[in-house]
């Protein structure tokens, strides 16, 4: 199981690290925000694993950024913030659980297991794209013909994003908004590229051009 690590107290961050790869995880550590929302749409996670008061973006709106851009990977928040009010804000940007500062190592190994483990139980959640072709919303998985495909991150908040809207018009401007971060330039070129690669895997016909305005995941 991977694990983020956005911590910037760096004594903590090697403590928390060494505790949970012993305990089998392989830990990434960043220390700002901007290095987590990097590593998060670079490579892939099991867990993330927040402090609030960091560097560049807070753990709040870097956790609230990936959620708008539907990115499901559990999150804990680790923060020495502790009113109702923080408490709530917390939840409402899509943590799935809250640790205060300072935590006993062993609890938040429970609270980390706890979570991977109700997490499993959901990660066979399939839709259907074809007959043949399947694709793992929480996994971020594409399945052809029983095979796993690895797409690039935008890729996959590509494919969500259409399939979130299917038989529907999705603009170049809600793409843009959704698929890169408010820090990415993006560009018509990199889109036709990713639309070109998914259509390698789905197929031309699945995902239709509408000229001047956006794309569209068919379904029957």
Same mark, same amino acid.
């Given at each position: ?98 640790? /205060?500062?300072?935590?006993? #190592? =062993?609890? $938040? &190994? ?8 109700? *997490?499993?139980?959901? @990660? ?29 991150? /935008?890729?996959?908040?590509? #494919? =969500?994003? $259409? &399939? ?8 170049? *401007?809600?793409?843009? @908004? ?43």
């Amino acid at each position: 199981m991977k694990i983020l690590y956005l911590e910037d107290d760096i004594a903590l961050s090697e403590t928390v690290a060494e505790f949970l790869s012993d305990e089998g995880f392989d830990v990434v550590t960043v220390y700002g925000g901007d290095e987590a929302l990097e590593a998060v749409y670079k490579g892939s996670f099991d867990m993330l694993l927040l402090d609030v008061n960091v560097p560049q973006i807070n753990g709040f709106a870097l956790l609230k950024e990936l959620r708008a851009a539907n990115i499901s990977t559990p999150a804990i928040f680790t923060t020495s913030l502790n009113s109702i009010d923080d408490l709530s804000r917390g939840y409402n940007c899509g943590a799935d659980d809250y640790i /205060k500062k300072p935590f006993v #190592l =062993k609890e $938040l &190994l429970f609270r980390i297991k706890a979570l991977l483990k109700r *997490e499993f139980k959901t @990660q066979n959640e399939l839709t259907k794209i074809t007959k043949d072709i399947d694709f793992n919303t929480l996994a971020n998985e594409l399945i052809v013909d029983n095979q796993k495909i690895l797409l690039n991150p /935008k890729e996959v908040l590509l #494919l =969500k994003l $259409l &399939l979130k809207h299917k038989n529907e018009c999705v603009s170049f *401007e809600n793409i843009y @908004q959704s698929v890169w971060s408010f820090n990415e330039m993006h560009s018509d070129m990199s889109l036709r590229t990713y639309i070109k690669n998914l259509r390698k895997h789905i197929g031309k016909d699945n995902i239709l051009s509408i000229k001047k305005v956006g794309y569209k995941f068919v379904q029957e």
